[in-house]
């Protein structure tokens, strides 16, 4: 089993930035592909970047390309998403994921961390 714990998140003015991360336990943390989806009020989950369990590949929804970056430390259990520019629109509930290798879904979610951007 892998716990997801997120944090990092906050109010941040429009323009400005901030660091999330998720720290997993478990042994298994390097075979994982990992993710951040966000869930706006009123709106539906949605997916806003993924990383392989060695890093070597990203995946980037169009809303945010150029602004945030997903990276993962595996000596750390650690994944973390930098989201610059930030925008009112950014505003939402983020989560960590992660999948086994095998899965055709998502296995493990966090329990969200909440970001809030003022214009």
């Known amino acids: 089993q892998v716990q997801l714990v997120e944090s990092g998140g906050g109010l941040v003015q429009a323009g400005g930035s901030l660091r999330l991360s998720c720290a997993a336990s478990?042994?298994?943390?390097?075979?994982?592909?990992m993710g951040w989806y966000r869930q706006a009020p009123g709106k539906q989950r949605e997916f806003v970047a993924a990383?392989?369990?060695?890093?070597?590949?990203?995946n980037y929804a169009d809303s945010v390309k150029g602004r945030f970056t997903i990276s993962r430390d595996n000596a750390k259990n650690t994944v973390s998403l930098q989201m610059n520019s930030l925008k009112p629109e950014d505003t939402a509930v983020y989560y960590c994921?992660?999948?086994?290798?095998?899965?055709?879904?998502?296995?493990?979610w966090g329990q969200g961390t909440q970001v809030t951007v003022s214009s």
């Open positions: 478990g042994s298994i943390f390097s075979t994982l592909v």
């Open positions: 990383i392989t369990s060695g890093g070597s590949s990203t």
């Open positions: 994921n992660a999948a086994k290798l095998t899965s055709q879904a998502w296995d493990y």
